[in-house]
């Protein structure tokens, strides 16, 4: 990944007319009348000779979301390219300032440098959206095409300190950078990433941020009975690891527990998936590349928090050495659970390493993973399902929405429990039916954590991979989802508690 520089400047005619921004960019809005300047164009209009809602208005622009208008600027100023991009309908929200700021980082492809007014209305989300809507995976390409945009200034917000500001700037770039760190790992294809090489990537994250770092290959997995994780990666020739990161910030006064789904490829197992659209498997280790960032960010930030990364790896691979359905595994902690489909894997790897986790007895624990593809059907794929303690969950799902990233509560219905009963063992791995297929996963999960934890379980299994076309700040691939709500939760936890 290159990502783009961000500097602040000043949004004065004078620093307009100094600037070596090649393309400037203003923001327009779908007004009640038709499209109108979103703050911060002002300056851009006057030096331009105050025609340029009539100019646009002339070429059919109406601010509409993500609307990308270019305009020569034929020597008034020395940038050659007025870019204006659509915000929507007002009053503008910091989520369609950040998508606007995507949109036109993506156009910005090829262009060296560039000046947007866009923040003059709010720095964090139009820094946020510069960097992501530029980033780009082309690792495998031999011909990578159009470099994204490498420098970009942004005009100062029209309230505040020039102190307040640089902070912001400074946390909204170390934010966008741990979403795209996310992004690398998800993009990073499943013949490169297995358990070994992400817990050997996850150890040069730790060294650099000076996180406490472990990781237990099969051999120590097998001596502490951690049965859920040895059971899904028995089929691979590539064996599963559990990873543990610790950052200890100091005045720390919660510790946080993550744990994050690490199914480096899941292929569904014995009971394996059908072919088409297998390759969007490759995401999903999305919950283990969250909170891998997650907590290097934290450290980054300097959080006054202990938050404590729990990543179980594993390939969920159909072979000789496979786990089958039928079969019996004893997690760690001792609950044994009937496999009764070995493509709901997520959910056992997930349990040893929620038993793992509340062992240290955190204050809250995070869990986040593409666990069901019944939170595409009851969501769609942009919107988290967030199931958990009721007040911890309504807690982290408002914060999502505020962050963008637009989790949405769930419920735990009681009478899915049942549903789990296995005649052989404690539990089994599925219910015998379609129905409420992510609730039912967050059911199970909930048998592993202590009463009386506060947990938030996230099923990002559509929101962590795009499959569709770019939009906003999000392009092909890896979205990185939930790392800014996670981020904003922990943010939230070391202020409030
Ligand atoms: N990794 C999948 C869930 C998934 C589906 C993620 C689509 C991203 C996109 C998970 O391991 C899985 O296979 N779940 C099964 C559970 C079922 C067997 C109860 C599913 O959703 O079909
Ligand atoms: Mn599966
Ligand atoms: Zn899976």
């Known amino acids: 990944m290159t990502l783009p520089k961000l500097a602040l400047t000043e949004n004065t005619e004078a620093a307009l007319a100094k600037s070596r921004a090649e393309v400037v960019v203003i923001g327009t809005v779908q007004g009640p009348d038709g499209l109108e300047l979103a703050e911060g164009a002002r300056a851009v209009d006057a030096a331009l000779g105050g025609d340029l809602v009539d100019t646009l208005r002339t070429l059919g622009a109406t601010g509409k979301a993500e609307e990308i208008v270019k305009l020569p600027t034929l020597g008034r100023i020395p940038a050659p390219v007025v870019l204006a991009v659509g915000l929507g309908t007002p009053p503008t929200t910091s989520e369609q300032l950040r998508r606007a700021a995507g949109a036109a980082a993506r156009a910005l492809s090829g262009t060296s440098r560039a000046l947007t007014t866009l923040s003059a209305r709010e720095l964090q989300a139009v820094a946020e959206g510069t960097v992501l ?55 990073t294809p499943p013949n490169d990433l297995f358990p070994a090489s992400f817990a050997e990537r996850a150890r040069e994250l730790a ?32 064996p599963p690891r ?49 909170v891998l960032a997650s907590v290097v960010l934290a450290a980054k930030l300097k959080y006054p928090l202990e938050v404590v990364a729990h990543i179980p790896l594993a390939e969920n691979m159909p072979s000789a050495t496979s786990y089958r359905p039928g079969d019996v595994l004893t997690m760690y902690g001792g609950k044994t659970v009937e496999v009764l489909n070995t493509d709901a894997e997520g959910r056992l790897v997930l349990a040893d390493a929620i038993v793992r986790a509340a062992e240290e007895e955190p204050d809250y624990l995070i869990e986040t993973s593409t666990l069901t593809g019944a939170q595409l059907v009851a ?33 735990l219905p009681e009478e899915l429990r049942s549903d789990l009963d296995s005649k052989l063992a404690d539990l089994a791995n599925v219910t015998g039916h379609r129905w409420g297929g992510m609730l039912a996963a967050g059911v199970f999960l909930r048998e592993f954590v202590p009463k009386g934890l506060p947990w938030a379980h996230i099923d990002i299994a559509g929101p962590a991979f795009n499959t569709g076309s770019p939009w906003g700040y999000t392009g092909k691939g890896g979205t990185g989802v939930p790392v800014r709500t996670i981020a904003a939760v922990l943010a939230d936890i070391a202020e409030a508690g």
């Open 379 to 411: 969501l769609g794929n942009r919107t988290p399902g967030i199931m958990g303690s009721e007040e911890f969950r309504d807690r982290v799902a408002a914060i999502a929405s505020a962050t963008g990233e637009n989790g949405w509560p769930m419920p």
């Open 133 to 187: 809507g530029a980033y780009t995976f082309t690792r495998y390409k031999s011909e990578p095409g159009d470099a994204p945009v490498s420098t970009v200034d942004l005009v100062y917000p029209e309230e505040g300190t020039a102190r307040a500001h640089k902070a912001t700037l400074k946390a909204a770039v170390a934010i966008a950078e741990a979403v795209a760190t996310a992004r690398d790992l998800v993009n």
């Open 242 to 290: 559990l990873l543990r990161l610790r950052y200890r910030g100091t005045k720390a006064a919660k510790k946080v527990a993550l744990v994050g789904k690490g199914i480096t490829f899941d292929t569904g197992g014995i009971s394996i998936k059908p072919a088409a659209n297998m390759d969007h498997m490759t995401s999903d280790m999305s919950g283990a590349a969250g």
């Open 207 to 238: 060294e650099d941020a000076g996180l406490e770092f472990e990781v237990l290959d099969e051999r120590a997995l097998k001596r502490k009975g951690f049965g859920g994780i040895l059971g899904v990666g028995g089929g691979s020739s590539r």
